[in-house]
């Protein structure tokens, strides 16, 4: 079992920056893959990024790449999200997710689940 914890979220001009954390609980965090999602208002629950156990190998949504970098410090049980030059279309609760084994863009295949931070990019 993992309980996830996400912090860091508020509110932020656009071009801004801002860092997301996501505090896991138990003993296997570097046994999963680590992703964060986001849901804007009236919208569906979309992939942003993923970081593999070791991290090692990441990968991004086309619309926060190069913008977002995604990382974990296993020793910690945390992992990162760095958002750099924010857009108002950024504006979401942002969830971190964690699951086993492959890797997924898919929010259905994760097990765990935050309870997510609100972002606001104003203009």
């Known amino acids: 079992q993992v309980q996830l914890v996400e912090s860091g979220g508020g509110l932020v001009q656009a071009g801004g920056s801002l860092t997301l954390s996501c505090a896991a609980s138990?003993?296997?965090?570097?046994?999963?893959?680590m992703s964060w999602f986001r849901q804007a208002p009236g919208k569906e629950r979309e992939f942003v990024a993923a970081?593999?156990?070791?991290?090692?190998?990441?990968h991004y949504a086309d619309s926060v790449k190069g913008r977002f970098t995604i990382s974990r410090v296993n020793a910690k049980n945390t992992v990162y999200l760095l958002m750099n030059n924010l857009k108002p279309e950024d504006t979401a609760v942002y969830y971190c997710?964690?699951?086993?084994?492959?890797?997924?863009?898919?929010?259905?295949?994760?097990?765990?689940w935050g309870q997510g931070t609100q972002v606001t990019v104003s203009l």
């Open positions: 138990g003993r296997t965090f570097s046994e999963y893959i």
């Open positions: 997710a964690a699951k086993r084994s492959v890797g997924s863009t898919l929010s259905g295949e994760y097990v765990y």
């Open positions: 970081i593999t156990w070791n991290g090692l190998s990441t």
